[in-house]
Structure formats: C-alpha cells, structure tokens
C-alpha cells in the first residue's frame, strides 16, 4: 500500500512517498546486500563532532529468527501485533557521553534519529517500508539484547515490504487506512524568535 504525503508545496519523491506502515510482507526476506546498504547509508550521517553515537541490534526474521524474537519481545505488546510480520527489526542504542571527553553527549539521541532517518530514505529508493517505534521496553532491551552501561536503547524500527492490509489486527487496520495529517509550517517555523511565523 502507498499513501504519499499530501504536501502543500512539491518536494522530493522519496520524502512524499515515505510513511510508516504497520503492515509488512513477512515472506519477502531483506537480503544481504540490502542490509549493507541501509547501514552504509545509516553510517554517513552526520553527527556531533563525528562521534556517531549510534548502535543497532538487528534481528531478521528469515536469518536470525532468535535474534528477531528476542527483539520483538522488546517492543510493547501494541507494536508486538503487527511488527511480528516485519522481516528485519532493529534496535537503536545511543551512546550517553562523549568519547572524546566522556562528557554527557546531549546530541546522541538527536544523531541517532539522523542515522535513523539516512537508513529511511535509503530504504524507500529501494522500495522498502521503515516504521520507527517509541513503543520499546528499555530495561528489557538491556537484558535480552546485552546493551552494555553508558548505551541507552532509543527506539525499535521494523524495516520490510509492504504487505497486506488484511494481515493486520482490525483496530491497526484503520489507522493504517486513515488520512496522514500534519500541522502547518506556520505553527513551527519562526523568523528570528519564537512565534513570528516564517
């Protein structure tokens, strides 16, 4: 299913066609080469002095069933229903301080999301779905996946084909199916301060 961005003014096709579907083919395996890909694409981007405090946990449902498990277990039972069928799911961790000085990186989270964002746009050129998930069990994601100290697990991604609408629970069916929406530009971008709309 597609479900392009109804946007005000035209901007790049990969940036209209991205949503975040729940709906993924469970039989279409993401290969190899592609995954290399989407972390070729996660690695340059940029980030705070350099330091791309990012690390993903990768499970893939056809490779490493065990490792995909144990991260699904990590979702919340919401994100559990339907993030079952995504073939590839990821964890993101940011690293909480700076190698450079070990002091507290208040970007990390922020250069995560970048990196994040890099693997998304990669994996809509190759006509793949990325859905990003706030819906994780931190400490759980500690224990079952191993994040050692001084890592804080950020998000979940579940990464695949788009599959079928009827493979979903009826209540995530209809927000698949319901209109994308955003606020206006002129809520949140200011000229020169707060409130004085660009």
């Not at 597609?2 to 993924?24: E, G, M």
């Not at 700076?98 to 990390?108: G, L, S």
């Not at 629970?169 to 020169?192: L, N």
Request: charged content about 20%; aromatic content about 6%; proline content about 10%.
């Amino acid at each position: 299913m597609d479900k392009p961005a109804p946007t005000d003014i035209p901007v790049h096709p990969l940036v209209r066609q991205r949503w975040s579907p729940r709906a993924f083919d469970p039989s279409r395996p993401v290969d190899d080469a592609t995954l290399r890909s989407l972390l070729e694409a996660a690695r340059w981007s940029p980030s705070c002095f350099n330091e791309q405090p990012w690390a993903y946990i990768l499970g893939r449902m056809h490779q490493e069933p065990d490792a995909h498990a144990r991260i699904l277990s990590c979702l919340t039972p919401a994100n559990q229903a339907w993030a079952r069928n995504a073939p590839l799911l990821i964890i993101a961790a940011a690293k909480a301080a700076f190698d450079k000085n070990a002091k507290p990186n208040r970007h990390a989270t922020h250069d995560v999301g970048q990196s994040l964002a890099w693997l998304t746009v990669q994996a809509e050129s190759m006509t793949l779905r990325v859905h990003q998930m706030a819906g994780i069990d931190p400490d759980r994601c500690r224990t079952q996946l191993g994040i050692p100290a001084g890592w804080d697990p950020i998000t979940g991604v579940a990464v695949g084909s788009a599959g079928p609408l009827d493979i979903l629970p009826e209540d995530v069916r209809a927000r698949e199916t319901a209109p994308r929406v955003r606020r206006p530009v002129a809520e949140w971008a200011f000229t020169g301060a707060w409130g004085a709309s660009a």
